[in-house]
């Protein structure tokens, strides 16, 4: 008879941690502007884009220059790939529910710097 009531506290302490981690995860859903500043390299001074994050997958904004895919963990910590033509960019860093930033490199420019992101939706 004690038993019953700690095995349904049991069960419903167990069944509210994927409700907590899925809203984790969506924090940083939205449409995202970067910029890549340039440190090191012939790339251009600067470099915008926008990209969508769903979840935990980035995908590409339709009127971003650079096509873009990744990944953002619950904790922040990402990484993303943008190309254009046989150009290609990598980067990786950590956001935030409204910003972010990180470092990115060309292996196909032989360049990289710093990047900014702003959530703007």
């Known amino acids: 008879m004690f038993l019953r ?17 899925a809203a984790t995860l969506n924090k940083f859903d939205g449409r995202w502007t970067i910029v890549l500043s340039t440190d090191v390299g012939t790339c251009e001074a600067t ?5 969508n994050v769903k979840a935990d997958d980035i995908a590409a904004e339709a ?6 895919d990744g990944a ?4 922040g910590s990402m990484w993303i790939r943008f190309t254009a033509g046989q150009d290609n960019y990598r980067g990786q860093g950590k ?3 409204s910003g972010g930033s990180g470092v990115w490199s060309s292996g ?3 360049c990289g710097g710093k990047w900014k992101a702003t959530r703007t939706r």
């Not at 009531?5 to 981690?21: K, N, Q, T």
């Not at 470099?47 to 990209?51: D, G, N, S, W």
């Not at 009127?63 to 873009?68: E, G, H, K």
């Open 63 to 68: 009127d971003s220059p650079l096509r873009a």
């Open 47 to 51: 470099i915008p884009a926008t990209f």
């Open 5 to 21: 009531p700690i095995m349904i506290a049991a069960l419903l302490s167990g069944s509210a941690l994927p409700i907590a981690e």
């Open 108 to 110: 196909s420019r032989y």
């Open 72 to 75: 953002v963990e619950a904790s």
């Open 95 to 97: 956001l935030t529910p």
